[in-house]
């Protein structure tokens, strides 16, 4: 065998192995996420809570999100929200200020100094049994702290993610997203499901406020703080878990330019903590975070790189096969209408697994909008996904491998 | 609330191999559908050339009319370019891939000599054109004559085109290199019994060749070139 068909066969079956590993932990666990969303008397007690909102030049959705944490279901008296104002140049600190005659609602200001220390300037205030961040560009459902309080009731819990949603698509960037961030409903599930959850987000991922006394507040960590937190969790064994109910919704980037961005600060961030935090790698100390998950986001940008290499071969040698006809015989139709021969289907091993490879993804985008919006539908987004973002990530991704290689990070807040 | 449990591990590990090894039977189970449907146009076509080689044989008791079109039939058109698909699908070294492409390169010869013979017989002299190439990289220009021969096709649907593979290790294609005293240069073309080695652009080949016959005589013998489209693009 030759080793080009060995590595295909090693990402194939590795690849496939993921699927599969998540798909029998969430068959294995398919009554306990039928659950139904949290009443509003259910819980034994309402933890005090405090939500802190880092912004930097947010005055077009601050107001928003703010709202949606005034409207939560949750006692008035138990909810403290904090907006943290790290050194604006619009109006978004007078819109905060607008908020401050609510009686649950601080407001404070700092020079600019990058989000991880708008939210330790919040967390110095903090009080309360539990404490979260949420981002100004995102906005809450009113059951959301309900279903993480809920879960809370487990005193081994340390922490509790949401579900993100992309809030009202409009672009072809944004409903790429959309399909995206349904995956990730599903797939943050599963993460948890096997005390694996690499990221606490910025949208609503809530501590108890022991964990800051314990551990510290927030770093730098490469502009990707959320991750680091996370990874410093399972570090030292506490457990993360995940809302599936509780839903969240973020404004995407509109544009590809803003996509990747953002992207390619996340996924340098993720190789950069994955390097801080490398004890963890394959480390069964540390459970399936070591053994799978962070190996599988490696794995995952290594195989992008190895299916680019093969695409863009394929594309080149088609082409440049394609313009030795035209310049030899002239334009040539090869295409004939109803002519076909099923000897032209490939019938070879890697062709049927690459086909069920497509198809479990499929489903896991399926699976992804049934969880996040209770629907089997087939929809734009998915079709979108499936047909783009394996190129468009690679973008991003590639770009991230050569900043990490070169260590160029850059400092942004978003 | 599950954390680190092995069998999970060896579950999802027995789940993926079950799927890798299903993938692995069908895919076998399918090749080898091909490769019957593939020998069993071999054999057919196997007949065919047997029919005519008798049919030739009594053509002193028969006249031309009888023995009619020689064989080069649609089968071989078919097989040539389901052998070409089977050479991308199970690839070039395949060993039962290699064996039909021997046993039609046979074929083709067979096919030449008799349309040759029942040409100066019946006194119909065939337009042939024998093709010599290699795609193992040495020959950087027959993929380009491939495209040239392929092109020729539609426009002269007569057309006998008779394409080999260099180096398929076969001793009837060295006979008949030696033949015809050809060089070990590629591509080599025979027109006419006369060698051309390099690329010969369609202008050129078209000069070599006899004026096309007009339309209405043209879809006869159709089949023919299509042999040399598949080989010569692999």
């Keep these: ?414 | 609330m599950k954390a680190f449990r092995w069998q999970q591990y060896v579950i999802a590990f027995l789940i993926t191999a079950a799927i890798f090894a299903t993938a692995f039977l069908v895919s076998e189970r399918l090749n080898q559908v091909k490769l019957d449907e593939l020998q069993a146009t071999r054999d057919e076509i196997a007949i065919d050339t047997l029919s005519t080689e008798t049919q030739f044989s009594l053509l002193a008791e028969s006249s031309c009319e009888d023995i009619g079109t020689p064989v080069l039939s649609q089968e071989l058109n078919t097989l040539a370019s389901r052998l070409s698909l089977a050479e991308n699908n199970l690839g070039a070294n395949d060993a039962d891939v290699l064996r039909l492409k021997k046993y039609y390169s046979l074929l083709l010869i067979k096919d030449y000599l008799l349309a040759q013979e029942i040409g100066q017989k019946c006194g119909h002299e065939p337009v042939s054109i024998l093709y010599f190439y290699s795609n193992e990289g040495d020959c950087p220009d027959c993929k380009k004559e491939g495209y040239v021969l392929t092109a020729l096709r539609t426009t002269r649907p007569q057309l006998r085109v008779y394409a080999f593979d260099t180096n398929l290790d076969l001793s009837a294609i060295n006979t008949l290199k030696a033949v015809l005293s050809l060089k070990n240069t590629l591509p080599a073309i025979v027109v006419d019994g006369k060698a051309y080695y390099g690329f010969q652009s369609e202008d050129a080949l078209n000069a070599l060749l006899p004026p096309p016959p007009p339309p209405k005589n043209a879809t006869s013998t159709a089949t023919s070139t299509a042999t040399t489209s598949t080989s010569t693009e692999t």
């Design chain 1, 1 to 414: 065998m030759p080793i080009s068909e060995i590595i295909f066969f090693v990402i194939l079956f590795v690849s496939l192995y993921l699927q599969v590993f998540f798909m029998v932990t969430f068959f294995e666990n398919r009554t306990s996420l039928k659950v139904p969303p949290v009443k509003k008397n259910e819980l034994k007690r309402y933890p005090a809570t405090t939500i802190i909102v880092p912004c930097w030049n947010e005055e077009e959705t601050l107001a928003t999100t703010v709202n949606s944490l005034l409207a939560l279901d949750y006692p008035e008296d138990k909810l403290h929200i904090f907006i943290i104002d790290d050194g604006s140049t619009d109006r978004t600190l007078e819109i905060a200020r607008e908020f401050e005659k609510h009686p649950r609602i601080s407001v404070f200001t700092k020079e600019n100094g990058g989000k991880y220390t708008a939210l330790n300037l919040g967390l110095s205030h903090v009080s309360t049994e539990l404490v979260g961040c949420l981002d100004a560009d995102s906005y809450v459902e009113k059951g959301a702290l309900l279903e993480i309080a809920k879960i809370f009731e487990n005193p081994e819990v340390k922490a509790v993610t949401p579900a993100i949603k992309i809030s009202s698509p409009e672009s072809i960037i944004q409903f790429i997203q959309k399909a995206e961030y349904n995956i990730s409903v599903y797939l943050r599930k599963m993460f948890s499901l096997v005390n694996g959850v690499q990221v606490t987000p910025g949208p609503f991922s809530i501590f108890r406020k022991s964990v800051f006394d314990d551990l510290g507040g927030y770093r730098r960590a490469h502009n990707t703080e959320d991750m680091e937190m996370a990874l410093r969790l399972h570090a030292n064994h506490y457990r993360i878990e995940n809302a599936h109910h509780a839903f969240v919704f973020t404004k995407g980037p509109r544009t590809f330019r803003a996509l990747h961005k953002q992207r390619v600060r996340w996924v340098y961030g993720y190789l950069m903590n994955i390097l801080d935090y490398r004890k963890l790698l394959f480390n069964p100390r540390y459970g399936n975070i070591g053994i799978v998950i962070l190996p599988a986001g490696l794995f995952a940008i290594a195989s992008a790189f190895y299916f680019m290499f093969i695409i863009a071969k394929n594309i080149i040698n088609t082409i440049s096969d394609k313009v030795l006809q035209i310049e030899t015989v002239g334009w040539q139709l090869s295409f004939r209408f109803g002519h076909f021969d099923w000897f032209s289907i490939s019938t070879q091993w890697e062709a049927f697994l690459s086909l069920f490879l497509i198809l479990s993804t499929l489903f896991i985008a399926f699976l992804g909008k049934k969880m996040a919006e209770d629907s089997w539908k087939p929809s734009l987004d998915i079709v979108l996904f499936v047909l783009f973002y394996g190129y468009i990530a690679f973008a991003w991704i590639s770009r991230a491998v050569y900043n990490t290689a070169w260590a160029r990070g850059k400092e942004s807040w978003r």
